[in-house]
């Protein structure tokens, strides 16, 4: 048995040993030397790979099991007493039926193993937004993989001291059994538990387990907020910056926009974008305006699309001490992905098998990540490790959407934008299991992440913006609109800052915009195009709104807010009643 002080901790420690019969305990202590040990072990085993060490230092490759390459969202549970307070939205089961099945599952599943204890913080250890969780796994993979994306190690231990006051996470691989696969949450408990698997989302319990779903249930109840958000922030040419957050469902462009490269027309004004966070915000309110952190400590970035001219900044990122999952390893024992640069001509692909570019399928996994230390990203922010976090000026919603949603529009206000926020919609990608590109209603890019009722949590938002004096504006983003052609009609990625100028623009009351029937729009001629191969024109389709879409869209909307049988808030059924109204 380890010799903890914490006596909450060791006893829990002990009831979870005594059900899983692990052959070994092992505290990870943060300690580079355990650290690498750990990936020696992992590398003798087959776990992981080593790759080439000149051209990427530090850097390991993994892959997963074939059928366990992504969340997933129908074996994911929110469970609560009642299912009302998980909602219509999660998948729900009664505390101790879960339990109880629970412990069948996880019964024996660590013998012959080790099992590691990972003491995690997310946000600056010991700073005022950090929250201590636990970590117990019986996977290397996960222990490297939550020692790149937390803060991890003996000084969270001391910091917790003796307090019972962490989240309890507890995975085990077993067998890798999809028709055993669960994902389970136990928000009055602060436990989560999943087994077999060994999938980023499903088994790093930092990230989205605790950092969204059981956090959302904290910052509910505590009146804060847990969101699916990048946070990044715009340096103008006198060194001031502002801050924005935005969510975009899975695997649509947060990554991307978090660490963009200026146009060069802002860059040669001296304009510059910093990274604070990529994928979650924690929002605080301090005096009357909402400030954020990132509560992660890296990437688990989207490997494929990832390249020199789409995303400069990750690509460094993955230059050193990083892990790649699912992807291509070359001849020369480095790595690729669609979309990485020209194919290799062979290679090893995601599933282990000899590969090569003729053979028409993918190398990598749609879904294939890299794990980065946040300090390799160049335009990582200096604010990063303030334990007070950023101010925002403006939050973005935004989806993958070919039609119906223009460009950037702007909500009326705050309540509006909760609206707008709880209409968003997205065509489904690979980072969950399931069909792609259909498209679904994923409300604040929260749908498989709420860890309550999302009635309730469309309450709390608007609840928080009573308490904003000043709150900061609301719009909405579609990088994905397409043309009749079915191409992309807007060029993406560093060029979404031009957008994010006119949303800046907007939020500092610089600049015009036109009144629609969903939001304001900007005037085409506000979108800067220079340097483009843009006309006005191309802008004003951008930003055409359709009323017979719109129209579609709201019935659609009406449908989901349905299934909440009457306990979506008044102000949002009634400002559908209103969008409606201006529509038709
Ligand atoms: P998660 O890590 O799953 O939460 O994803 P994410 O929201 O961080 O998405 P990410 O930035 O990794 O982008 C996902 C995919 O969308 C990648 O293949 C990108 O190349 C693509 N993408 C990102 N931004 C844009 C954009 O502005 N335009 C287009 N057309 N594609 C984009
Ligand atoms: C997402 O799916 O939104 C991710 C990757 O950021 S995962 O960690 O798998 O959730
Ligand atoms: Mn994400």
């Known amino acids: 048995m380890l010799n903890l002080k914490n006596e909450a901790l060791s006893k829990w420690i002990e009831e979870v040993a005594a ?35 000149d051209k990427l230092p530090g850097c390991y490759l993994h892959r997963t099991a074939v059928n366990d390459v992504a969340r997933v969202e129908h074996r994911t549970f929110i469970c609560t007493p009642t299912k009302e307070e998980a909602g219509p939205i999660n998948n729900w089961m009664e505390p101790s039926e879960a339990y109880k099945m629970l412990n069948g599952l996880f019964a024996g599943s660590m013998k012959g193993r080790t099992m590691y204890v990972i003491p995690y913080s997310m946000s600056v250890v010991g700073s005022p937004f950090a929250k201590i969780g636990i970590e117990l796994t019986d996977s290397i993979y996960v222990v490297l993989n939550m020692h790149i994306m937390t803060r991890v190690g003996q000084k969270v231990l001391d910091v917790l001291g003796e307090s019972a006051d962490f989240i309890k996470g507890l995975h085990a691989r077993k067998d890798i059994d999809e028709e055993n696969r669960y994902i389970m949450h136990f928000p009055q408990d602060n436990t989560i538990m999943s087994v077999n698997s060994g999938y980023g989302g499903n088994v790093l319990l930092g990230k989205k387990c605790f950092a969204l ?88 970035g989207v490997a494929p699309g990832t390249n020199a001219k789409s995303n400069p900044n990750a690509l460094a990122a993955t230059m050193k001490n990083t892990i790649f999952t699912n992807v291509v390893k070359t001849e020369d024992n480095t790595v690729w992905w669609e979309g990485l640069g020209p194919a290799p001509e062979t290679g090893i692909d995601w599933k282990g098998n000899p590969w090569n570019k003729d053979m028409g399928i993918k190398g990598a996994h749609p879904n294939s990540r890299f794990t980065a230390p946040a300090e390799n990203c160049p335009c990582i922010s200096k604010e990063f490790n303030n334990p007070d976090g950023v101010p925002l000026s403006a939050i973005v919603f935004g989806g993958r959407r070919a ?19 709880s209409a968003m919609a997205s065509e489904t990608t690979a980072a969950a ?33 009573k308490k904003l004096e000043n709150p900061p504006k ?47 729009l900007p005037k085409a001629e506000d979108i800067n195009l220079d340097g483009l191969d843009m006309t006005v024109e191309d802008v004003k389709n951008l930003l055409d709104v359709d009323n017979a879409l719109w129209a579609e869209d709201a019935a659609s909307l009406e449908e989901f807010y349905a299934k909440f049988e009457g306990k979506i808030p008044a102000e949002l059924t009634e400002e559908l009643e209103n969008l409606k109204k201006r529509i038709s």
């Open 433 to 465: 299991s399931g069909a792609v590109g259909v498209v679904r209603r994923d409300p604040m890019a929260m749908l498989p992440f709420c860890g309550y009722n999302m009635a309730n949590y469309f309450q709390h938002w608007l609840d928080i913006g």
């Open 474 to 520: 609301i719009f909405n983003v579609n990088w994905f609109r397409t043309d009749k052609d079915g191409h992309f009609a807007w060029p993406g990625f560093g060029d979404n800052m031009r957008v994010l100028m006119w949303i800046l623009d907007r939020a500092e009351g610089k600049a015009d915009a036109v009144e629609s029937a969903i939001g304001y």
């Open 213 to 300: 779903r059981i956090a959302s249930y904290l910052g509910r109840n505590e009146g804060w907020m847990a969101e699916h958000m990048l946070i990044l922030g715009i340096e103008n040419p006198e060194g001031e910056v502002k801050y924005i957050a935005a969510a975009f469902p899975s695997a649509c462009g947060k990554t991307n926009l978090a660490m963009l490269i200026p146009p060069e027309i802002y860059r040669n004004k001296g304009y510059k974008v910093w990274c604070v966070g990529d994928d979650i915000a924690w929002i605080r309110i301090r005096d009357g305006k909402l400030w954020a952190v990132n509560p992660e400590n890296g990437f688990f």
């Open 19 to 53: 059900l899983t019969c692990p052959d070994k305990i092992v505290l990870i202590d943060g300690s580079e030397e355990q650290v690498e040990a750990l990936r020696a072990e992992a590398c003798s085993t087959g776990e992981l790979e080593k790759l080439d060490q």
């Open 403 to 421: 039609k119906t949603a223009p460009l950037v529009y702007e909500a009326f206000d705050w309540q509006h934008g909760v609206f707008v926020g």
